[in-house]
């Protein structure tokens, strides 16, 4: 059974930091890319960063450029997010997502095409 559990969202002032990670089972970790969304209340779920199986990350450059930063540790199963410099508007529910692939260098940016998706950790950035 595919798990995949996210942790370390909550609540933080303008400006500040978080970093999320997923814990991903019950797969084999190498042929999946991996990604974040994020879904704000009222609002559809929304691609922020993902990273392919060899390593290649592609963000939402108009939302996130700069500030965030996505990483995975293969040896651990581990995905990550690194949030800097957040504002009121990251605040949402973020999701880990998996993408079996074949390509090392892709990923999928469109949700319909997510194979596992975690339960979400929410993110709240007061202003």
């Known amino acids: 059974q595919v798990q995949l559990v996210e942790s370390g969202g909550g609540l933080v002032q303008a400006g500040g930091s978080l970093r999320l990670s997923c814990a991903a089972a019950?797969?084999?970790?190498?042929?999946?890319?991996m990604g974040w969304f994020r879904q704000a209340p009222g609002k559809e779920r929304k691609f922020v960063a993902g990273i392919s199986r060899g390593g290649v990350s592609m963000y939402d450059v108009d939302s996130v450029k700069g500030r965030f930063t996505i990483t995975r540790d293969q040896a651990k199963n581990m995905v990550y997010l690194q949030m800097n410099s957040l504002k009121p508007e990251d605040t949402a529910v973020y999701y880990c997502?998996?993408?079996?692939?074949?390509?090392?260098?892709?990923?999928?940016?469109?949700?319909?095409?997510?194979?596992?998706w975690g339960q979400g950790t929410q993110v709240t950035v007061s202003s």
């Open positions: 997502a998996a993408d079996r692939r074949t390509s090392t260098v892709t990923i999928t940016t469109n949700p319909v095409e997510v194979d596992y």
């Open positions: 019950g797969l084999t970790f190498s042929t999946y890319a």
